[in-house]
């Protein structure tokens, strides 16, 4: 099944309209809907949310691997063209760590306490390339130098908890890279590490995407991450997507009422010492209560009747940005206001 | 936009005018605090564990000081010791003039209702088992403060100066969300005496959004109470948003210390510089044009001769890895370096 | 590691020594003394008070402590009050069949007890783990005695499939065959409650396993399902279940107690109920003894155990 997508023009990943639900006691609960993006080979997506925004159960449905009681129930998924959303266990065993890699926030709980590094990165070499032991060693080892392990012969041999966290993440990258996936989620790989230790990581990231034409989708709540890695950026709020456009869009010319509020109450660097941080109030609906209409309409300065009785959907902006609002929708409704951006 | 409040009439705290502006509320002296891992037969330290090495600080009345750091650079070893959650295995920390060191029963206890902390994990740091009510109530029960009708409406208050609603005070921790449980956090430290608190990390584990509201209430709390605090935190922005001054630390001892924007502007100390370029910035259009620190987080375990930054510093020399520099600078701006930054104006590139 | 090695020998030598002294004066607290259990009509008092002198119980405590101790260190485990042979060769002809039959009976109870337990974690709250957690449940709970009198009944007696006690037909000694005959129903009437126990376990632990982030990167790799359980979460639920298993291993010597005397089974057991009864103070305290040892010694095999199977523990 390996189509080879042709690089940088056809999409590495698609997702169209990707609905999950989760089981409850009162039956199924839709938590991501209408989610879609795609991402060809040396591009970065980021998403961004904060929790309960839905991202890290949209990376791992898109992988397949949701927990039990959690599942796709509408939308497609194409990996190099194949849909996947429909795909047995064997058939996602062949895809993953394969075609498309997956690195998780902690690099301590998603590394096995149990078995060495080397042990835990030859089984994947061993599994998808079918090469003898040997040679799967020496390809771990050249994968430890590339990530920037000093000593990669010495660390084959050690166990997780023997390393670092930043050096944990690093090896996380090289079993992600260890077959030449063409895509890799990062779910917040650096929120759990040290400031230092998270701009070698992302640097990393991005050498490592120059090297191997890897489509990125890195899903992050740091601002300051989707400035420094994103070419686009989806933003996203209790389960849908409600801004969507490339990085500078984003941070010069965002339309969402959240994405400009997640901006005002980051304490940036630049801050005057007298101001004071603008605040969303509220907090996020929870899935089983989600209002009718525009999900962010308890927290939005702007709301309107119209925001309550209906979803306004995404409005396509030029240059692919695209904002789920009525104010971008159906402006004329806003005019009172005076300018609504 | 907000205006910065006038301190109310009616404030809970009054301006203590008997305290002079010159003299440190709260003063940290040399202090460290070295564990022993292991011994050798002869019951002699063979591995120590040098948390904190030698620091010393000095906390104004109603001031913030921010004290920023990687993991292991002792910040939180050192928040635990001003209120005595550690102690201090050499040095000396004041209170109003007087060693804290040596106090027991009842003079600890006012200490303590006067000096008082902030948690890092709103899930683990309030006892599932009690009721917010209960929560609140006790410092002020087991302190002597408030009984019967007064302590309820103490409660109250308390609940209301954080933004909770009081019906919840029936309510179980689990009812509330991270951000709430934060506040019923600061609410209990506000319960007594307080003239101090120590934050170690109180947003870290919030949404962005939630910090937002929390570093508000903070800042609010201050200028309406008059508090000081010692923020401890390993996020930049979040240090600098609450901070009049901040200390920067690393591997146990204080590199640098300096007004907040001073230290921004004008980083002294590689590290600092390090620290603000590996912050990420949020413009798009000046990517990756920054510092990287190579190497580890090193361990407080045996840590490395003269400088202990020099394994990482792209500035060491021969100096560095045999002398430890002191803190010197004039008393605004301190920094502990051989090789200082340059004091160059709107330095951003290395 | 062989610093804490060192370190536990040594701290062995004074925990032993109080554990002799606590039996020692537990076992001559309980009313009777030997030779009051060996009556006949024909002995006099005279003669009973003579027999005392002679095993020497009429000395104070104390002194006949020092005296067995005194023994103990020259290798001597002494002589038994009732039948006059060596407590040493007494104890090793019995230790065999015990260890034959609780042996048996452990590996019984975990080749059952390790699959059921984690094919129910797997399934949590299934039937199978309902039925499964049961039946554990029945297992610890059902008293030896009874489940042992009731096997006797069902398959010795009325469906004649097995031998109803002892450990070989009289006459057919060195039939490995026959011996088997007669170990299955003891050891599994013993397997069933260390079973019961040790399913609990390794459900919980794996269930424990089974949440953990490192699975999902495993699954992430693309490793099958059956590498993600029996390579990726075995080995973590393992090491927990290492402790179970050593809190087990003493009972290699002393759990088969009441089987052991239902069963008519001539091993430690049995031995100890008899002397217990005679009053055979030097036997009982050689069984004590051996109990004490055998539990430190399982102590520490399983601590260093963890070392091997837990690489976060190996400094």
């Known amino acids: ?341 | 936009m907000r205006e910065n409040k006038e301190r109310p009439q009616d404030s809970v705290e009054q301006a203590p005018t008997a305290v002079e502006p010159v003299h440190p509320l709260l003063e940290v002296d040399g202090v460290s605090k070295h564990y022993t891992l292991r011994r050798n037969w002869l019951g002699r330290p063979e591995v120590v564990l040098q948390a904190v090495d030698r620091v010393s600080l000095k906390l104004m009345q109603g001031e913030t000081l921010g004290v920023i750091g990687e993991s292991g650079c002792g910040k939180s070893t050192l928040g635990k010791m001003l209120v005595r959650i550690e102690e201090p295995t050499a040095g000396d920390i004041r209170y109003q003039g007087k060693s804290i060191l040596g106090l027991s029963g009842q003079e600890l206890k006012r200490y303590r209702s006067e000096v008082q902390f902030i948690f890092q994990d709103p899930y683990a740091s309030l006892n599932p088992r009690q009721k917010v009510f209960d929560i609140l109530a006790e410092p002020m029960k087991v302190h002597g403060l408030y009984e019967g009708e007064r302590l309820n409406r103490r409660v109250y208050e308390l609940l209301d100066m954080v933004g909770i609603p009081g019906a919840y005070s029936e309510r179980y921790p689990h009812e509330f969300s991270g951000g709430q449980r934060q506040r019923i956090g600061i609410a209990r430290a506000l319960s007594l005496n307080t003239k101090i608190i120590v934050c170690d990390e109180p947003v870290s584990a919030l949404d962005v959004s939630i910090q937002a509201q929390i570093l508000n209430l903070l800042r609010e709390l201050q200028q309406s109470l008059g508090l000081s605090y010692l923020f401890i935190a390993h996020g930049l922005g979040v240090v600098k948003y609450i901070s009049r001054r901040i200390a920067v630390m690393y591997l146990g001892k204080i590199v640098e210390i300096a007004g907040a924007e001073e230290l921004f502007r004008q980083p002294r100390h590689p590290y600092t510089k390090a620290l603000i370029d590996a912050h990420l910035t949020v413009n798009p259009r000046e990517r990756g044009r920054r510092m990287l620190l190579a190497g580890e987080v090193p361990n407080a375990i045996n840590p490395p001769r003269g400088c202990r930054f020099h394994p990482r510093c792209p500035f060491a020399t021969d100096v560095c890895r045999e002398q430890e520099p002191g803190l010197e600078g004039d008393g605004g701006h301190r920094f502990a370096c051989h090789h200082p930054l340059a004091a160059a104006k709107g330095a951003s590139a290395p | ?315």
């Open chain 1, 1 to 341: 099944m390996e189509k080879q997508a042709a690089i940088g023009r056809q999409p590495a990943i698609e997702v169209e309209h990707l609905q999950v639900q989760f089981k409850t006691e009162s039956g199924y609960v839709t938590t991501v809907e209408d989610v879609s993006f795609s991402v060809r080979a040396g591009e970065t997506l980021c998403i961004v949310g904060e929790s309960g925004s839905g991202k890290s159960v949209t990376s791992l449905a898109i992988m397949g691997l949701l927990d039990a009681g959690g599942r796709v129930s509408g939308g497609q998924v194409r990996i190099l063209g194949e849909d996947v959303v429909r795909y047995s266990r064997r058939q996602w065993d062949r895809v993953r760590g394969k075609d498309i890699a997956m690195i998780f926030q902690e690099p301590m709980s998603a590394l096995n306490p149990a078995y060495t590094i080397g042990n835990q990165l030859i089984e994947q070499i061993v599994k998808h390339r079918k090469w003898p032991r040997s040679r799967a060693e020496q390809h771990a080892v050249e994968l430890l130098a590339q990530v920037g392990i000093s000593r990669p012969k010495e660390i084959l041999k050690e166990y997780p908890h023997q390393l670092s966290g930043g050096m944990r993440q690093r090896v996380m990258i090289a079993m992600a890279l260890s077959c030449e996936p063409k895509i890799l989620i990062a779910d917040e790989p650096t929120t759990a590490l040290d400031v230092t230790i998270q701009a070698q990581i992302l640097s990393l990231l991005k050498e490592m995407q120059e090297k191997y034409g890897l489509a990125i989708i890195l899903i992050t709540h740091d601002m300051g991450v989707v400035s420094e890695m994103a070419d686009r950026v989806l933003v996203m709020y209790a389960g849908q997507v409600v801004e969507e456009s490339d990085v500078f869009t984003l941070f010069e010319q965002h339309r969402h009422p959240y994405t400009k509020g997640l901006m005002e109450c980051i304490p940036h660097l630049d801050l005057d010492p007298s101001e004071w941080l603008q605040v969303i109030p509220g907090t996020v609906p929870s899935f089983t209560d989600m209002p009718e209409g525009c999900r962010f309409q308890s927290r939005c300065p702007f709301v309107r009747d119209i925001c309550r009785r209906q979803d306004p959907g995404l409005t396509a902006l030029d240059g692919g940005h695209r904002v789920r609002c009525w104010m971008v929708r159906e402006p004329e409704l806003f005019r009172k206001e005076g300018d609504p951006t």
């Open chain 3, 1 to 315: 590691m062989m610093r804490m090695i060192g370190r536990r020998l040594l701290i062995a030598i004074p925990v032993l020594f109080g554990i002799t002294v606590l039996n020692f004066a537990l076992i001559h607290m309980a009313p009777g003394n030997p030779v009051e259990m060996y009556i006949n009509p024909s002995m006099t008092q005279q003669d009973i008070e003579l027999r005392k002198e002679q095993l020497g119980i009429n000395d104070p405590l104390p002194v006949q402590y020092v005296r067995w101790l005194g023994q103990l260190l020259k290798g001597d485990l002494g002589y038994s009050y009732a039948t006059y042979q060596p407590v040493g060769e007494m104890l090793s002809g019995r230790i065999g069949p015990t260890l034959l039959l609780m042996g048996t009976a452990l590996v019984i109870a975990y080749l059952f007890a390790i699959p059921v337990g984690i094919w129910s974690a797997r399934k949590a709250y299934s039937w199978f783990d309902y039925s499964a957690t049961g039946f554990a449940f029945l297992g610890i709970s059902i008293p030896n005695f009874f489940l042992g009198l009731g096997a006797i009944y069902i398959f010795a007696i009325q469906l004649k499939w097995l031998p109803t006690g002892g450990m070989y037909t009289l006459g057919k000694q060195g039939d490995w065959t026959d011996v088997a005959m007669h170990l299955i129903l003891p050891a599994c009437v013993l397997a069933t409650g260390i079973a019961g126990n040790m399913v609990r376990y390794v459900r919980s632990s794996v269930m424990d396993v089974l949440g953990q982030e490192y699975l999902r990167t495993a699954r992430a790799k693309g490793m099958s399902e059956f590498i993600v359980i029996n390579k990726h979460a075995l080995k973590n639920a393992l090491i927990p279940i290492i402790t179970v298993i050593g809190l087990d291993i003493p009972l290699l010597l002393g759990g088969a107690v009441i089987t052991e005397q239902i069963f008519q089974w001539p091993g430690m057991g049995q031995l100890l109920m008899q002397s217990i009864s005679s009053r055979d103070y030097p036997t009982l305290m050689a069984i004590n003894l051996l109990a004490a040892v055998t539990v430190l010694a399982a102590n520490l095999v399983t601590d260093i155990a963890y070392r091997f199977v837990d690489p976060t523990m190996r400094d």
